[in-house]
């Protein structure tokens, strides 16, 4: 099992910044992939961004490419989605979800979720 835990989010204008941070716990949490998705009202989840495991390789969504940046500190079992210059779009309840093996941009591929944190962008 794997607990995961964001936090972070927050009200903020447009063109400002948040980080968010996931903390995992439980079985080696090196080993996972992580994804950060997002999801608003009335919406599926919606893939961000997600760090392979073996490389730290990352992957994001053509939406947020060049504005937000996913990380991971392996020591801390934490990873983070740094987001710049935020857009009223992205308002929205994050979620980081963990799976074995390498990432994907396909919410249900993840075995793990955290409970989420919102992101309110005002313009």
């Known amino acids: 099992q794997v607990q995961l835990v964001e936090s972070g989010g927050g009200l903020v204008q447009a063109g400002g910044s948040l980080r968010l941070s996931c903390t995992a716990s439980?079985?080696?949490?090196?080993?996972?992939?992580m994804g950060w998705f997002r999801q608003s009202p009335g919406k599926e989840h919606e893939f961000v961004a997600a760090i392979r495991w073996s490389d730290d390789n990352t992957y994001s969504a053509d939406s947020v490419k060049g504005r937000f940046t996913i990380s991971r500190d392996n020591a801390k079992n934490t990873i983070y989605l740094q987001m710049n210059n935020l857009k009223p779009e992205d308002t929205a309840v994050y979620y980081c979800?963990?799976?074995?093996?390498?990432?994907?941009?396909?919410?249900?591929?993840?075995?793990?979720w955290g409970q989420g944190t919102q992101v309110t962008v005002s313009s």
């Open positions: 979800a963990a799976r074995w093996g390498s990432y994907t941009s396909t919410p249900e591929m993840y075995d793990y």
């Open positions: 439980g079985r080696t949490t090196s080993s996972y992939s």
